[in-house]
């Protein structure tokens, strides 16, 4: 029953992931960047909500601000800083050092503006609260956890099939330099994707915030679970960033059985270097490759 | 006059690493967020052995090689890809180490780290002292220096800019780009292992604070603000670089946010430096 | 009788659209064979698959009598097979000689031990690499350039350069992609001599080549291509008198 409840808490884990990691290959495969800083607006998405819950504002709004306010807070990372750099035409390089620069100025601007130390979402009192399932007990903020991961995968893919917008992004994503030449206004494109990209993270921030709890830096790890997932899952593909981080997650939860939870870091990395040293060409059919 | 030697001291150890991250980043143009990792194993390696009784030379030695082995250990997998993995392997190499550092407490201490790493004396004279200190971190910064200007010069060096310049090219001339590149990654690691190596003989004292995630990127912030692939930007960045903490704290601030305050000048460095300088202020262009 | 190069039925299909169909000629040494064909016709691919920038589907590569097809990169290069790029590819931050010197086929001296540990060996080295450098650069005529950087010489010149790096590399058979198109009267003649000079030298020579004019002075065979396809090789006189051709060439490609 153990196994099972170990399987559940890594489908929960699977899930969040899963949505740091399509929000992170939407933007990557879009505009070419790589997205580092993706982790400080996950940290920003559930400061923001913690804090206004904090204030009394009833938690859906506070989720929805949240996400409303790290939506401009993307939207202004592109704008003024990679936008300027892609027109700089600058190396993948100066973009990758840029984004690390704002990963650190997000991160410890949480950490001034709320507090460096991990806290708790103490004024949710249903945070708490199990539901049971047979023989698997999940908490409130799993349910939801799962349910807005799905709701924002396949929003995302309806989103990009079926909407005139969706289906510009993905047109730029494919060629840019056609994109430029048919007017297809890549670098407002650039923005759009930032702006979603960075409030459906908010999603995941929250609900692993109201579980456990939340403290500036960790969200780096979550990334790059996230990226490790994407290109295990070598797919390139938003049904496919989400599957693997599935079976990442419950992989590093039912690991938990054999090994301890502090060294799963260090497994789940071993891992993924034994895996892109022996990479079977037939499991990897495409690389992890930025958008030219 | 302590506390000037100390800064010169540091500052010099960090120049060390700040080659090594120059190797990485200037030289052959790929990205690294994992100096302090190796920088830490380097302390650790170094610490653990002389503490077991093996002479100065041959621990400083057995620090070295070991970092310049797992550099080019962790960074084969992803030299043979095209592609980001890089990124990922470097972040994934902090985080790693830094887990180790504090989890594999039979052999590291744990969070509470090594105590009392003792100084090597030669022949009556110790190294305990910064005034005697600094003689020992300004010759191996000579050295290092000196090595980096070789190494540059060398035709070994004049392909390793051709290789980032334009990889395929290079392989149109026949040349062994992968080999290359490992070689400058042992190189790169060596450098990273010296300097930890050092920073424990200084501090006498390592704890896995010392080689987090934050230290590698006030690394490649040295590296940037002092500027890539000069021997002059990586030896200004470090002495501009640690003196920002001593400014911070003529601030007065409340002491719990001096490490954020800190951390968040060296993003804003890093950011405002790829917009407006990323050349640095002694470098070339990345 | 065994040809220095020899490509047969060389076959390469990238998503299902066939690059190269079938494709089959032979080069001899000292002989200057021009590359012609319509954009589009697969003379790069010809190139990528001959230097093992791509793995041909089907067919075999064969440089006297060995089979080169699969070989790695820079096995081919050593063998003595080299190119140069349409787009040039230079190391623009280096200088005119550097650029020669790192294709030098000399590897000795790129190891970090010997350049650090052995500063008095390795300036060795790289002496010695500089005067073998600066007599390749003296063949193309470049060596009173050879402490400029590439930015700062002409266009001629740095196709003059890109010349140069495929000598260094002490290639037996070289591959030019469009060494002469976009040069001035006096470059183009410079470039037509350079290329005399060096299938005198005893240098086979492949060149993707689109002015006839130009084709007619230098070639010793035309290999024509279309669509893929090698539709005729042979002495110039042969070829370029061909109606068909001729009206593939300059109608368009089809």
């Known amino acids: 029953m153990l196994f099972l409840q170990l399987i559940a808490d890594g489908l929960v884990n699977g899930c969040a992931i899963g949505v740091v990691a399509i929000t992170f290959t939407y933007v990557y495969t879009t505009t070419g960047v790589f997205h580092v800083a993706h982790a400080g607006v996950f940290t920003l998405g559930g400061y923001l909500a913690w804090y206004l819950s904090k204030e009394g504002i009833p938690f859906v709004l506070c989720v929805a601000l949240a996400m409303v306010i790290c939506a401009a807070v993307g939207a202004a990372i592109e704008k003024g800083i990679y936008e300027k750099l892609l027109k700089r035409q600058a190396t993948p390089l100066v973009q990758l050092i840029a984004s690390l620069g704002l990963l650190a100025v997000l991160q410890n601007l949480v950490a001034i503006l709320f507090t460096p130390n991990v806290l708790q979402f103490e004024s949710i009192a249903w945070r708490m609260k199990v539901l049971h399932f047979g023989p698997i007990d999940l908490t409130i903020p799993q349910v939801l956890t799962v349910f807005t991961a799905f709701a924002a995968v396949y929003g995302l893919i309806y989103f990009s099939t079926k909407t005139n917008l969706g289906r510009r992004i993905r047109a730029v994503a494919s060629n840019r330099t056609l994109a430029e030449i048919t007017r297809l206004k890549p670098f407002e494109v650039y923005v759009y994707v930032m702006a979603i990209s960075s409030a459906l993270v908010v999603l995941p921030s929250v609900f692993i915030g109201l579980d456990q709890a939340m403290q500036p830096y960790s969200s780096v790890l979550v990334l790059l679970t996230a990226v490790i997932a994407v290109i295990s899952g070598g797919l390139g593909s938003i049904r496919g960033a989400f599957s693997a981080s599935l079976v990442m997650g419950i992989v590093q939860n039912a690991v938990l059985i054999v090994v301890p939870g502090r060294w799963s870091i260090a497994l789940t990395f071993t891992l993924f270097i034994v895996f892109i040293l022996f990479r079977p060409t037939g499991l990897f059919a495409t690389k992890i490759r930025r958008a030219s | ?286 | 009788m065994v040809h220095m190069l020899q490509v047969e039925n060389v076959t390469k299909n990238f998503l299902g659209l066939r690059a190269l169909d079938a494709c089959s000629f032979s080069l001899d040494q000292g002989e200057v064979t021009c590359l012609v064909g319509p954009n589009g016709a697969g003379k790069t691919t010809v190139f990528d698959c001959i230097t093992g920038f791509l793995n041909p589907d089907a067919g075999t590569i064969m440089l006297n009598g060995e089979t080169i097809t699969g070989m790695n990169r820079r096995k081919i290069v050593q063998k003595g097979i080299g190119r140069s790029f349409q787009n040039l590819r230079l190391f623009e931050e280096l200088s005119v000689i550097d650029n020669v010197i790192v294709c030098l086929a000399d590897d000795s001296g790129n190891d970090p031990i010997t350049a650090i540990l052995r500063p008095f060996h390795s300036q060795k080295i790289l002496d010695r690499k500089r005067g073998e450098a600066l007599k390749i650069l003296e063949r193309v005529g470049l060596e009173h350039k050879a402490d400029h950087f590439v930015t700062q010489i002409s266009f001629g010149q740095q196709k003059l350069l890109c010349i140069a790096r495929v000598l260094a590399t002490q290639a037996k058979v070289m591959l030019l992609d469009e060494p002469t198109s976009g040069l001035s009267a006096t470059a183009l003649k410079n470039m037509v001599d350079v290329i005399r000079q060096l299938s005198a030298a005893g240098m086979t020579l492949l060149v993707v080549e689109h002015n006839t004019k130009i084709v007619r002075d230098i070639a010793d065979k035309i290999v024509f291509m279309h669509q893929g396809r090698v539709l005729a090789s042979g002495v110039p006189g042969d070829v370029l008198e061909r109606r068909d051709l001729a009206d593939i060439y300059f109608g368009g490609g089809n």
């Open chain 2, 1 to 286: 006059m302590n506390f000037f030697l100390s800064y010169i001291i540091l500052a010099e150890i960090f120049a060390i690493v700040a080659l090594s991250t120059n190797f990485l980043v200037g030289v052959i143009g790929i990205f690294s967020v994992s100096q302090a990792a190796i920088m830490g194993v380097g302390a650790y390696a170094y610490a653990i052995a002389v503490m077991a009784g093996i002479p100065f030379p041959l621990a400083l030695l057995l620090a070295i090689t070991l970092c310049a082995l797992l550099n080019v250990a962790t960074s084969l997998p992803s030299l043979r890809l095209e592609g980001d993995y890089f990124v990922v392997t470097s972040f994934g190499l902090q985080i790693v180490a830094t887990a180790v550092f504090m989890n594999w407490s039979a052999v590291t201490g744990g969070t509470s780290g090594i105590a009392g790493i003792p100084a090597p004396r030669f022949s009556g004279l110790s190294f305990d002292e910064p005034e005697n200190f600094v003689f020992l971190s300004t010759f191996a910064l000579g050295l290092a220096s000196a090595g980096y200007w070789l190494l540059m010069r060398s035709s070994y060096g004049r392909t390793l800019h051709a290789i980032r310049l334009d990889e395929l090219a290079a392989v149109a001339a026949g040349r062994h780009v992968l080999q290359m590149k490992l070689g400058i990654s042992a190189v790169s690691g060596a450098y990273a292992g010296l300097g930890g190596a050092l920073y424990a003989i200084f501090m006498s004292f390592i704890d896995p604070s010392s080689f987090e995630i934050h230290v590698s990127v006030l690394i490649l912030t040295m590296l940037v603000v002092g500027g890539a692939r000069t021997l002059a930007g990586s030896i200004l960045g470090p002495f501009i670089i640690l003196a920002v903490p001593q400014m911070l704290t003529l601030l007065a601030l409340p002491p719990h946010l001096i490490g954020p305050l800190r951390s968040l000048a060296f993003g804003v460095i890093l950011v405002s430096f790829m917009l407006w300088l990323p050349k640095g202020l002694a470098g070339r262009k990345i």
